[in-house]
């Protein structure tokens, strides 16, 4: 008998019993519920299980095992980081990218009173798949009304120039700290990561005059720059230049001191001389005074009795035979 005629046997005598069908059809539904109760939840998501209706428990990531028709699961990305527009809708990613722009959401008014178009992206995630899941419905519509009350209130405390200009990154700030406020308001489960301002557009009648304080702030931060560029580059040499001189001043100073000191010294010399013999130190002095104020003159000495006696100094022999040159002095 062949395997094949064994296998026909095997199966005429298991269905000609109607116990023995019933029981393989059982067995068999057995494990098709069986095969539904099991799900798998992918990295970054979160399993959330409902028996009857009934939060029952949360799963993570991996392949697992609820009871069909009695349980159902959820399982939320709680990684992805979801994008909303505020003021305007992405139509083409492009490039280049197309945008519709929605002027009821981004219309606002500023704390002093002025309008101003304002877009803004928001992104956020979920933090809470269960707060997600149950505590709020249609999640999604609240939280674009949150984004947009949240830039509102933000908006309405600043002025028109921070918004156009100054205060962009504050308002930021502001508007993410505010969204976060409500969220946790709400108990939405959702976590606000970061805002962004893309356009702020002052009303078309004052928009040229704030182009141009635009332009005059950067130029403002510009010269700025360019100030403390020169100042950079300028202090160190003026810094060098002051040690210099008083690196010069005070070399001055000690050679002066120097001199002044030797002077001392020298003149206190010549008048312990002076005080010992008055006459040959008072005539030795104006010889060697006379000898400095008239370097390339002859001079003489003569005798001052009136003795005919003559001190030859200089050249006294070319002076006594008249062989003077240029008119020099006797």
Do not use: W
């Amino acid at each position: 008998m062949t395997q094949e005629e064994i296998v026909r046997n095997l199966v005429r005598k298991i269905f000609s019993s109607p116990r023995t069908v019933a029981i393989v059809i059982i067995i068999a539904l057995v494990f098709a519920v069986m095969s539904m109760g099991f799900y798998k939840v992918e990295p970054g998501e979160r399993g959330v299980i409902r028996r009857f209706g009934k939060l029952n428990r949360e799963t993570g990531e991996g392949l697992h095992l609820m009871i069909p028709i009695l349980e159902k699961r959820n399982t939320p990305q709680v990684q992805a980081v979801r994008r909303m527009e505020i003021g305007y809708r992405t139509i083409d990613q492009g490039p280049p990218a197309k945008y519709s722009f929605i002027h009821q959401e981004a219309l606002m008014l500023t704390g002093d009173e002025n309008i101003v178009d304002v877009n803004i992206t928001v992104q956020y995630r979920i933090s809470d798949p269960v707060k997600y899941l149950f505590n709020v419905r249609n999640v999604e519509s609240v939280a674009r009304q949150v984004c947009e009350t949240a830039l509102r209130q933000v908006i309405g405390f600043h002025t028109i120039d921070d918004a156009i200009a100054g205060g962009k990154e504050a308002i930021q700030m502001e508007t993410r700290d505010k969204i976060q406020e409500l969220f946790d308001k709400y108990n939405c489960g959702l976590l606000c990561i970061n805002t962004q301002l893309q356009d702020v557009i002052a009303p078309r009648e004052v928009d040229s005059a704030f182009k141009d304080v635009a332009s005059a702030r950067e130029d403002k931060e510009r010269m700025t720059r360019e100030a403390e560029g020169y100042e950079n580059q300028i202090v160190p040499i003026a810094r060098g230049e002051a040690e210099r001189m008083i690196k010069d001043a005070q070399a001055d100073s000690l050679e002066r001191v120097e001199k002044s000191t030797g002077d001392v010294s020298r003149f206190l010399a010549v008048y312990d001389e002076y005080r010992k013999q008055p006459d040959v130190t008072r005539a030795r002095l104006y010889i060697e005074t006379m000898e400095e104020i008239l370097p390339g003159l002859k001079k003489y000495i003569i005798d001052s009795e009136g003795n005919g006696n003559i001190t030859n100094v200089l050249g006294l022999p070319e002076a006594l035979s008249g062989n003077t040159k240029g008119g020099e002095s006797k």
